[in-house]
């Protein structure tokens, strides 16, 4: 029973991480799924999780949210951009996110393509918001596009981070199981 609650653990921790690249929380869900099963799995288990782990993935997961707000954010107002220009190109990364993560299926290599086409087209939907932000705002179209090259590469930089502490926190959550 111990090693079934193992590997269903390691799965569920896989798919929410995954969620990281449509612009959702898997960060902070990898934490809930792993104190879902720390509070289900008794501490005298072969297979159970101990604090330290939980500790590890909390400061983790705070750490990857900082790096995609801070990168998100510094490459708009670097740019001057603004709060509209900001909120638009949340949504269009993650309606690009979404679209990525489907036409990223006809990249022919599997698994690796959706990846992709998510980062791509959630970071080129952060440059259309922006601009499209920052047009209806009355920008001229260079400094519109300035503040969009800035969120598309503040978007792409944030999310490649947060993704790979997320790996992070799949690999301490399997060694914390495993060890």
């Given at each position: 029973m111990g090693i079934a609650l193992a590997i269903t653990l390691v799965l569920g921790v896989l798919v929410v991480w995954s969620l990281n690249l449509v612009g959702m929380p898997g960060?902070?869900?990898?934490?809930?799924?792993?104190?879902?099963y720390a509070t289900l799995v008794p501490s005298e288990s072969a297979f159970d999780i101990g604090s330290g782990v939980l500790i590890g993935l909390l400061l983790l997961a705070g750490i990857?949210?900082?790096?995609?707000?801070?990168?998100?954010?510094l490459g708009a107002s670097q740019a001057g951009g603004s709060r509209r220009g900001a909120v638009l190109s949340m949504i269009g990364s993650v309606v690009?996110?979404?679209?990525?993560?489907?036409?990223?299926?006809?990249?022919?290599?599997?698994?690796?393509?959706?990846?992709?086409?998510?980062?791509v087209c959630a970071s080129v939907?952060?440059?259309?918001?922006?601009?499209l932000g920052e047009q209806w705002k009355g920008q001229d179209l260079?400094?519109?596009?300035?503040?969009?090259?800035?969120?598309?590469w503040g978007r792409l930089v944030g999310?490649?981070?947060?993704?790979?502490?997320?790996?992070?926190?799949?690999?301490?959550?399997?060694?914390?199981?495993v060890f």
């Open positions: 960060n902070w869900l990898i934490l809930a799924v792993v104190l879902l990857g949210e900082a790096v995609e707000f801070l990168a998100s954010a690009g996110a979404f679209v990525g993560l489907f036409a990223g299926v006809a990249i022919p290599v599997p698994l690796l393509g959706p990846v992709v086409g998510a980062l939907g952060a440059l259309v918001g922006a601009v260079d400094q519109s596009m300035r503040v969009g090259h800035a969120a598309f999310t490649v981070g947060k993704i790979l502490l997320g790996a992070y926190m799949v690999m301490l959550v399997i060694a914390g199981v």
